[in-house]
C-alpha cells in the first residue's frame, strides 16, 4: 500500500487537499476523525479546547503514535493500493507511517499566516475558535500542535505545495501530484 500524507499548519488547506483525493476515489483518512470520534465516545463537544485535550490525552496514554495507529488500523479494511492520510502532527508520527507501508510520501500544505489567519476565521468550523482575538486563540492551537513536533513533521514533508491562490489552484497543484502517483504505481 501506498500513503500519501498531508501535513500543514491549521487553515493551511489540508482538508482541501483531501477533499481532491476522494473526488479521485481515493481513500482518505483523517487522523482528527479520530480525535472527534474520542471526543464522542466521551460525551464532549468538539470544540478546539475539548479536542485539543483529547489529542494529548490519547498521545499520553497510548503513546505519540496513538492517533495515527488508531488512523493506520482504519486503512487495514481498505482495498485500495494508495491512501490519503490527512492531518499528521509529528515525525514521530511520519515515522510511523513510513514503517507502515514500503512507500510514503508527505506534502506540506503551506500558506502565509495572513491568509491562513482569513481562512480560518471564515471556515466557520467547531474546532476553530470563534473568539474575539481569533490570532490569539489561532497562536495558542499552532503553539499546541508545534509541541506535539508539527515544526518537524513539516520540515520532513517530500514536497511542498504554496497554497496562495485560488481554492480551484490548490485543487489543480494537489491533482496533479496524485495523478503523478497514480501513474508510478499503474507502470
Given at each position: 500500500?501506498?500513503?500519501?500524507?498531508?501535513?500543514?499548519?491549521?487553515?493551511?488547506?489540508?482538508?482541501?487537499?483531501?477533499?481532491?483525493?476522494?473526488?479521485m476515489n481515493i481513500p482518505v483518512f483523517v487522523m482528527g476523525d479520530v480525535i472527534r470520534e474520542e471526543a464522542?465516545?466521551?460525551?464532549?463537544?468538539?470544540?478546539?479546547?475539548?479536542?485539543?485535550?483529547?489529542?494529548?490525552?490519547?498521545?499520553?496514554?497510548?503513546?505519540?503514535?496513538?492517533?495515527?495507529?488508531?488512523?493506520?488500523?482504519?486503512?487495514?479494511?481498505?482495498?485500495?493500493?494508495?491512501?490519503?492520510?490527512?492531518?499528521?502532527?509529528?515525525?514521530?508520527?511520519?515515522?510511523?507511517?513510513?514503517?507502515?507501508?514500503?512507500?510514503?510520501?508527505?506534502?506540506?500544505?503551506?500558506v502565509p499566516n495572513e491568509l491562513r489567519l482569513k481562512r480560518i476565521a471564515s471556515r466557520g468550523r467547531s474546532?476553530?475558535?470563534?473568539?474575539?482575538?481569533?490570532?490569539?486563540?489561532?497562536?495558542?492551537?499552532?503553539?499546541?500542535?508545534?509541541?506535539?513536533?508539527?515544526?518537524?513533521?513539516?520540515?520532513?514533508?517530500?514536497?511542498?505545495?504554496?497554497?496562495?491562490?485560488?481554492?480551484?489552484?490548490?485543487?489543480?497543484?494537489?491533482?496533479?501530484?496524485?495523478?503523478?502517483?497514480?501513474?508510478?504505481?499503474?507502470?
Amino acid at each position: 500500500m501506498k500513503i500519501v500524507g498531508f501535513v500543514g499548519m491549521p487553515g493551511s488547506g489540508k482538508s482541501v487537499a483531501a477533499d481532491v483525493a476522494r473526488d479521485m476515489n481515493i481513500p482518505v483518512f483523517v487522523m482528527g476523525d479520530v480525535i472527534r470520534e474520542e471526543a464522542a465516545q466521551r460525551g464532549l463537544d468538539p470544540t478546539d479546547k475539548n479536542l485539543g485535550q483529547v489529542g494529548q490525552q490519547l498521545r499520553e496514554k497510548e503513546g505519540s503514535c496513538a492517533v495515527a495507529d488508531r488512523c493506520m488500523q482504519k486503512t487495514n479494511s481498505c482495498s485500495s493500493d494508495l491512501v490519503v492520510i490527512e492531518g499528521i502532527r509529528s515525525k514521530v508520527e511520519v515515522d510511523f507511517f513510513k514503517g507502515c507501508c514500503g512507500d510514503f510520501r508527505l506534502i506540506e500544505i503551506w500558506v502565509p499566516n495572513e491568509l491562513r489567519l482569513k481562512r480560518i476565521a471564515s471556515r466557520g468550523r467547531s474546532d476553530d475558535a470563534n473568539e474575539d482575538h481569533l490570532d490569539e486563540a489561532v497562536f495558542k492551537r499552532d503553539s499546541r500542535e508545534l509541541g506535539w513536533g508539527m515544526g518537524e513533521a513539516i520540515r520532513s514533508a517530500d514536497v511542498r505545495i504554496e497554497n496562495v491562490g485560488t481554492m480551484e489552484e490548490l485543487k489543480e497543484k494537489v491533482r496533479a501530484f496524485l495523478e503523478g502517483i497514480q501513474t508510478k504505481e499503474t507502470s
